[in-house]
């Protein structure tokens, strides 16, 4: 009884142990950021560290000014529309491909690979590629074209290893009954295939949207005479660094929370309803 | 193309059954069978993302290649086949400096992207030693799955939001006047601010190793999941002490996982260029800033050239981490 007692303490202070760690790692990964947050309250004459001197919004003000940080409205809007055209398009093609996969066919290891090699290859590789080939032939490049190519590279091998774990784990008999009782291939794929992959077609299309929406790399010699988001903020960066670049970098992250929340809300409505 | 592809596939359909009289009963399995393989072709439904690939993944790929053989002119490059490319990578002493020749010394590109090679291994073994009692603590100490699932999301948060405001988060941190300093003065720890944080190598490997732990905690946590708790629980009834089960149980299961994480951060980090720029002050190059740097100086072959060794790089990293795990055999 005693042995069984010590046990169990020592188990207690393990996890204890692995608690407060776990507490410290999520102030580590965090703690910048937060940090960031409060700066961007900074007061007028402050700088970019602290202590604080007093709490004001003038940087927040100076960022909706047009001339502080570039063409901010509009990187942000062509940032937007871009993550947005490429979830679409995540979600579609991880779709056919995952779709493609259940069955073995001709090539299917080669495009595998090929598919991951999206994920392995360095955006600044990319970028150059591509760059350099649209300069040789003389197509300029633009974040609608070049930059939407190189996005998806980016995005598809994440919406795509979701849409196999899906069908990995999908029941396929429910669309065998189907078919036995005369249902077309549309048909089964509409009303059973369809509702209970939703979620994981969800899932596929927010990687793209967030991947895309943060990606500096890829786009860096790819988004041609308008930046997007990222770019813009970089261009900041080579400035003098003000607290006008923490506002900025709160807002943004304020944005990618309100889709992460708005993506669980969703998600979560859509699983239910699949079960 | 989802649209698209059942037409087609009614197509196939009535051309099957339409061209024959009616099908004999005993063949209607066979038919059934057969009309569910060419249901939906799978080259209609993975032809637009092969298209795509090629156009934006492979032809670049293999432009790099060409163009590194080709040689540079004033503001461009022609296609006349060279190797002068590569020998100024392995030679070059200066980054505009192509009269110093030393070959004693190594090339200031090789020992580029050295220093890229040597910080990506630095900050992978700091990831996997913050990362990996997180994943463990995730997977094995946290026994509600509610729980475990939603410390896991906190976790993993800053995957999903902007990297370059987590790496612009980090200059209040590590400045002169930074926090570091602020905290370490008024423990005493120092009567001076140091400027030992930011733009130097502690400071740059702390902010990466922040910004891509996230990428190693995953894969770990997911095969720390897989194991099959009944194992441990019979180790543990046969005598077997936390160690031990740590080390011959958990350790071995769990080194698919972190094949996969280190995989994962080896390649991102030796593509890294953004954060050595802000956090480290463009005080030295990664092989990824030399790849803009030229490019930007019109030296495209010079930069397809620096592009290329990365990559040589990095296939032989991936080959070492696959030697010491066979991931697809473990998988």
């Known amino acids: 009884m005693a042995r069984w007692t010590r046990r169990r303490t020592k188990a207690l202070a393990v996890k204890t142990g692995f608690s407060v760690y776990y507490v410290l790692f999520i102030i580590f990964i965090f703690g910048p950021m937060i940090a960031m947050f409060a700066l961007s309250f900074q007061g007028r004459r402050g700088g970019t560290s602290f202590p604080m001197r007093g709490f004001s919004t003038y940087w927040w003000e100076k960022l909706l000014e047009p001339s502080s940080i570039g063409d901010l409205q509009g990187a942000l809007a062509r940032s937007l529309i871009l993550a947005l055209v490429v979830m679409v398009i995540t979600a579609l093609f991880s779709t056919m491909l995952a779709m493609a996969f259940r069955r073995k066919f001709r090539g299917s290891n080669l495009l595998f690979y090929t598919i991951m090699l999206g994920l392995m290859v360095p955006g600044v590789l990319l970028s150059l590629g591509l760059a350099t080939l649209m300069r040789q032939i003389g197509i300029p490049p633009a974040w609608w074209s070049s930059g939407l190519g190189v996005h998806v590279v980016w995005t598809l091998p994440f919406g795509f290893l979701v849409m196999m774990a899906v069908f990995n784990r999908f029941d396929s008999s429910l669309e065998e009954a189907a078919r036995d009782m005369g249902a077309g291939e549309w048909t089964v794929f509409r009303e059973i295939t369809l509702p209970l992959i939703l979620p994981g077609i969800v899932a596929a299309g927010l990687f793209g949207f967030t991947l895309s929406y943060d990606e500096f790399a ?11 988001l990222p770019l813009d903020i970089n261009a900041s960066m080579t400035q003098r660094i003000r607290p006008t670049l923490f506002a900025l970098g709160t807002a943004s992250t304020i944005f990618s929370f309100c889709l992460i929340g708005l993506f669980i809300v969703v998600y979560t409505i859509l699983y239910r309803r699949s079960r | 193309m989802l649209q698209t592809a059942p037409p087609h596939a009614k197509r196939h359909h009535s051309g099957l059954i339409g061209d024959q009289p009616a099908p004999p009963a005993q063949d209607i ?27 934006f993944l492979v032809v670049p790929l293999i432009g790099i290649v060409v163009f590194s053989f080709w040689t540079p002119i004033r503001g461009g490059m022609t296609p006349d086949f060279t190797l002068i490319n590569f020998g100024n990578f392995f030679r070059q002493e200066g980054f505009f400096d192509p009269e110093h020749r030393n070959f004693l010394k190594l090339g200031i590109f090789v020992t580029t992207l050295w220093t890229t090679f040597r910080f990506t291994i630095t900050v992978m073994a700091v990831c996997l030693i913050i990362g990996y009692p997180i994943a463990f603590f995730l997977a094995m100490q946290v026994k509600n799955f509610k729980w475990q699932l939603a410390l896991f999301l906190v976790a993993m948060v800053p995957f999903w939001t902007s990297y370059l405001i987590r790496a612009v988060a980090w200059l209040p941190m590590l400045g002169r006047r930074g926090l570091f300093n602020k905290m370490l003065m008024n423990l005493g720890v120092i009567d001076k601010p140091s400027s030992f944080f930011l733009y130097s190598e502690f400071g740059y490997t702390m902010a990466l190793a922040q910004l891509y732990v996230v990428l190693c ?17 019979a180790a543990r009834d046969m005598g077997a002490s936390s160690y031990q089960v740590f080390r011959e149980i958990i350790l071995p299961l769990s080194l698919p996982g972190v094949a996969i994480g280190m995989i994962f951060l080896f390649v991102m980090l030796m593509g890294e260029f953004a954060t050595a720029v802000v956090v480290y002050g ?6 990824g800033t030399v790849i803009l740097n030229y490019y930007a100086t019109a030296n495209y072959p010079f930069a397809a050239v620096n592009a290329i060794m990365l990559m040589l790089a990095m296939m032989i990293g991936v080959f070492f981490i696959l030697r010491v795990v066979d991931i697809r055999k473990e998988l």
């Not at chain 2, 463009?282 to 092989?287: A, L, V």
């Open chain 2, 29 to 55: 399995a066979r038919l059934k069978k057969s009309k569910r393989d060419q249901a939906i072709h799978p080259g209609w439904l993975v032809a637009p993302a092969s298209l795509w690939l090629i156009v």
């Open chain 2, 282 to 287: 463009g005080k030295t190059s990664t092989t």
């Open chain 2, 217 to 233: 905690i995953g894969p770990i946590f997911f095969s720390l999941a897989k194991i099959d708790k009944d194992i441990l629980e």
């Open chain 1, 218 to 228: 890829r786009t860096t010699l790819l988004s041609g005479e308008y930046n997007t």
